[in-house]
Structures are given as C-alpha cells and as structure tokens.
C-alpha cells in the first residue's frame, strides 16, 4: 500500500517532488511559512514538558508515577491523529480542516482549566493531541509541496527550537511562578487560536503526491533502518527529558533553577540546529547518525555518573546533548532519502520520531518509581541500540551539485 505524507515534533519531513496547487502553483513563500509557524505551535508541548510537568507536580495536580503516561497520551494521541489526516483529511478541504483542528485544540485546552484529577487531565492532553497531529499532517502537506522542500527541515528544526525557548523562558520565568499550571493551558490554547488564523494563510487545496496509485510501494527491510534508528533517538531524549525537573532537583536545583536550565538549554539548542542547517545537505547522513548516536550515550553515562552538587556539570551536559540531539534530527530524513531516493521512506520519519517521543517517557517510567534516575539509564540504553542499528547503515554522500 503507498503510503500518505506524514508530519512532525520537530520535524518536516519531505519527498524530493514539485506538486502544484489548486491553482497550478506550488504552495508560495507564505503558504509555507505559515504552516512552518503552525507546526511550531503544534509540536510546542514538546519543548515545555519539563517546566508544565514541573508545576503540575508541585501543585500535586500529576503524580511522579503518572508522568510517562501523561506524556505518552498527548503524544501518542498526535501519532494517530496523523494518521487519521493522512486517511480522512480531503486535499481539496485542508484549510477547512486546519480551522476545524485548530478550534478544537482550543477547546480541549480550556477545558484542561477546570479538570478535576489528573486522569481528566489526561484524558483531555490525548484529545488535545489528536488535533495537533491533524494540524502537523497539514502543515506538513504544503510544505513537501513546495519547490524545494529539503532545506526546510532543517529550518522547522530551527524555528521550533526557538518558539519552544521562548515558550519555556516565559512561562517558567513570568506566568508560572504566579498563575501555576493554569497559565500553560491558557497559552497554549491561545497558541491554537493563532493557529486558526494562520490557517486562511494555507491553500485550500492540495494536489496529490505522486506515487499513491495501483503500483504502490513495497517495503523492504532495509527501509526500517532508519526508521528504528530516528524512533530510539527521540525516544532517548524524551525518556529522560519528561523527568528533567526531578533529574535536576536530585543533583540540586532548585525548581526554579531547573526551569531556568531548561530555558537555557532550548536556546543552546539552536546552536545543534544552526549546524545542521549549514550540514545537512553536505555531511554523509549514515556516519553523522552513528556518531551522534554514540555521542548521546557516552554524553548520557557521563549525566548518570554525575554526584549531587555539581551544578555546572550536569548542565553542560545536558546542553551538549541538547545539542547532539537537536543536530541529529534533520539527518534522519536525508538517512531515510539515502535508503530510499523515492522520498516515500521520508514521509514516515515524521511518525517514528513523534512515536518516539510518546514511548520514550513511557518506558522510562516502567523503572521509575521514588527515583527519577533510571530515566537517564533507559535513555543510555536507547542511544546505545540506536549506536548499533547505525554500524552498517549506507554511507553514501550526500551533496550539493
């Protein structure tokens, strides 16, 4: 069965093809940029997870054993809910069904204001996840429609990066400290309404992606490669990152100095993906994986090894594996190119990496229970099959004429 487009967290996945618009046009500079914007406030939740978690913890409105499932019900929620676009969404509505998926994105979150336990919290987290996939499915259908949409992965990367730091340092900074968690649902239902607007910025409709006829396409087992290697990445990250305020406050933050780290660490993640905006295009995707995955898990051991008090260690630390991390990102879908020039491998990238981000703090919390740590060690253990998976990947160059 050929597969529909899929989007992403962080990412943009695209096929290496020019499809025009209702209009005989391929999606302009502003069609673009627009649903790059609203794939930004779609995926947001990503970056802010440890100060939101943080405070419901402290307001005793989520439950340390609760935080992998509260993670993985929004998340998983946005997996399926790319699916669900991918199979219901009409190319000739995609407008309309943006509008529709950003109103009820802003409903669910205003509701999360007066849920009463943290399972109706949750609850109300994997509806609200289900809009965000339908939102990142469509922002992600104009932008493989564009001219040339390989440079914008790196650029969605980029973008997120920074709307995630400015989220965080906001909240954590201005609105948590006096309005708690409250103030989390309350911007990011306002994120939804921009969402809304931005929306009358995208076509109306869509032109099928080539490919999607009788023939279909056939997967063969070198294809999952890539898909294993982006899911246990993004797993990695998110199994410990879900926990990084328990993580910091072991070592010795203060919950306000951990909020702060965050922030910080999402601005030294810009860093990972400036590089890999002037990289993506010319380094050999295969090695890059491998490197960057085994730089993950020796980075991990040495965030494990790390004894209470040391402040400074821990968070240099966790900007360099901020930075591996969010570098490494854009390679997973020119690795999944290199294995499949058809792009059709590419456009399930998306969903492994989301995949990825909702099992990862789940899992994790399979081991956590009193003690935040076995977090970090599952996320070693995920860098470490990642590492392995990585060893005899194609290395082939990928590079500008």
Not at 2 to 10: R, T, Y
Not at 27 to 53: D, E, H, K, M
Not at 140 to 159: M, Q, W
Not at 183 to 193: E, M
Request: charged share 10%.
């Amino acid at each position: 069965m050929a597969l529909q487009q899929h989007g992403h967290q962080s990412c943009l996945s695209s096929t290496e093809v020019t499809i025009v618009s209702a209009n005989d046009l391929v999606p302009t500079r502003t069609n673009v940029l627009s649903a790059l914007a609203i794939a930004c406030a779609s995926v947001l939740i990503g970056g802010i997870y440890p100060v939101f978690i943080g405070a419901l913890l402290s307001e005793g409105r989520l439950s340390l054993d609760k935080v992998g499932l509260f993670v993985m019900t929004e998340l998983l929620a946005l997996v399926v809910g790319i699916f669900i676009a991918s199979l219901y969404v009409r190319l000739n509505r995609v407008r309309t069904a943006s509008i529709l998926a950003s109103l009820a994105g802003l409903l669910t979150n205003l509701l999360c204001l007066t849920a009463p336990t943290e399972l109706s919290i949750i609850a109300l987290r994997g509806a609200t996840g289900l809009s965000e996939g339908i939102l990142v499915w469509i922002a992600t259908a104009v932008v493989v429609r564009a001219s040339n949409p390989t440079p914008y992965f790196a650029v969605s990367v980029f973008l997120q990066l920074l709307s995630q730091a400015a989220a965080a340092a906001a909240l954590s900074v201005f609105t948590i400290p006096v309005y708690g968690s409250q103030s989390v649902f309350v911007a990011l239902a306002a994120l939804c309404g921009l969402s809304m607007l931005l929306s009358l910025l995208i076509p109306q409709a869509l032109e099928s992606l080539p490919g999607n006829g009788s023939h279909g396409f056939i997967w063969r087992p070198q294809h999952f490669k890539p898909l294993a290697i982006a899911f246990l990445q993004v797993a990695a990250i998110s199994a410990f990152w879900a926990y990084l305020e328990p993580l910091g406050e072991s070592v010795g933050y203060d919950a306000q100095g951990i909020r702060s780290l965050v922030s910080a660490t999402l601005l030294v993640g810009v860093v990972g993906a400036s590089l890999s905006m002037i990289t993506v295009q010319r380094f050999r995707p295969g090695i890059t994986v491998f490197v960057a995955s085994l730089g993950m898990m020796i980075i991990g051991t040495a965030m494990f090894a790390t004894h209470a008090g040391d402040l400074y260690r821990f968070a240099v630390l966790l900007c360099a594996y901020q930075i591996t991390c969010i570098f490494i990102v854009p390679f997973q879908s020119t690795l999944a190119i290199d294995v499949d020039r058809t792009g059709r491998v590419a456009t399930v990238i998306p969903m492994a990496q989301l995949f990825g981000q909702a099992m990862g703090p789940f899992i994790a919390s399979l081991a956590v229970h009193s003690d935040p740590a076995p977090a970090l060690l599952t996320a070693i253990i995920m860098a470490a099959i990642a590492t392995l998976l990585s060893v005899r990947l194609p290395r082939r160059v990928l590079v500008k004429a």
